[in-house]
């Protein structure tokens, strides 16, 4: 019912920056909060960045003043530009949404299919 696309990872050299995105499409009445996750090999996944759909954005402390995040309601689009980017940054970047597909359809979360970001020393 709703999918999401993700783009823009790849690799860059400690220092450089990524922009990432997520577009969310299918039946949907209203996307409430997005965020980004990471999952490095060997560790747990964990949340990097979240927006709320008013905008109220969260950080985990790894990242604050580096990256991002944003979103166009319009397109149910959310971004994470990430600068000053360093070979611990390197991971599976997944999207998560929380969508609502009717006006009285209770909250789901959905994910993207991942991108990889590299960093290189």
């Known amino acids: 019912q709703v999918q999401l696309v993700e783009s823009g990872g790849g690799l860059v050299q400690a220092g450089g920056s990524l922009r990432l995105s997520c577009a969310a499409s299918g039946r949907i009445f209203i996307v409430n909060a997005m965020g980004w996750y990471r999952q490095a090999p060997g560790k747990q996944r964990e949340l990097v960045a979240r927006?709320?759909?008013?905008?109220?954005?969260n950080y985990v402390d790894s990242v604050q003043g580096r990256f991002t995040i944003s979103r166009d309601n319009a397109k149910n689009t959310v971004y994470l530009q990430m600068n000053s980017l360093k070979p611990e940054d390197t991971a599976i970047y997944y999207c998560?949404?929380?969508?609502?597909?009717?006006?009285?359809?209770?909250?789901?979360?959905?994910w993207g299919q991942g991108t990889q970001v590299t960093v290189s020393s």
């Open positions: 927006i709320s759909r008013g905008g109220s954005t």
């Open positions: 998560n949404v929380g969508v609502r597909v009717g006006a009285s359809r209770p909250e789901s979360d959905y």
